[in-house]
């Protein structure tokens, strides 16, 4: 039994000076600013392509609210946001939400695939490649809606003149 508590006592020694040497506290600090740069630049990035597209930059900062704003640039109406919250449906809906938004700023499926896997390096070539915000078309699921209440108005006003006449 001692041979076990030796061991652990040995480990957490051995952990005890790893963690306080000089040397790894520079490699976490270094690894921790890079981190906060990258984050930083990807902030920065959003928050201008959210300006572009008629939206406060700010929106990029709150929680749940980016999201929504996201949304929004996509070309989707508000209804698509809670879709977000599944955690199941989380990967797809912004895979779908990224190549929207890539399509929104006249640039590719391809282009939103690397902004889906590398937000961190396609965010910033988005912001400085000087792409305009094209006000998307409506979505594949609201054409639909539209077109449906397009016939339903049709039929009505057909109704009228008949009674009319």
């Not at 955690?87 to 190549?99: A, E, I, M, N, T």
Request: proline content about 6%; aromatic content about 16%; hydrophobic content about 50%.
């Amino acid at each position: 039994m001692e041979g076990i508590w030796g061991f652990v006592k040995g480990l957490a020694e051995k952990m005890v000076a790893f963690v306080t040497d000089p040397r790894t506290v520079l490699v976490v600090f270094i690894f921790l600013a890079f981190l906060f740069l990258v984050s930083l630049l990807t902030v920065i990035s959003k928050w201008r392509l959210y300006n572009k597209a008629g939206f406060p930059g700010w929106a990029c900062l709150v929680p749940f609210y980016n999201d929504y704003v996201l949304v929004r640039v996509a070309g989707f109406s508000g209804w698509y946001f809670p879709i977000t919250l599944v955690p199941s449906l989380d990967p797809y809906s912004f895979f779908v939400l990224q190549v929207l938004v890539a399509r929104a700023f006249g640039k590719s499926i391809l282009f939103g695939v690397g902004l889906y896997a590398l937000p961190v390096v396609f965010y910033p070539i988005l912001w400085l490649s000087g792409a305009e915000y094209q006000h998307p078309k409506l979505s594949l699921i609201e054409r639909p809606k539209k077109m449906l209440l397009g016939m339903i108005n049709k039929i009505k006003s057909q109704k009228q003149i008949e009674r009319r006449d």
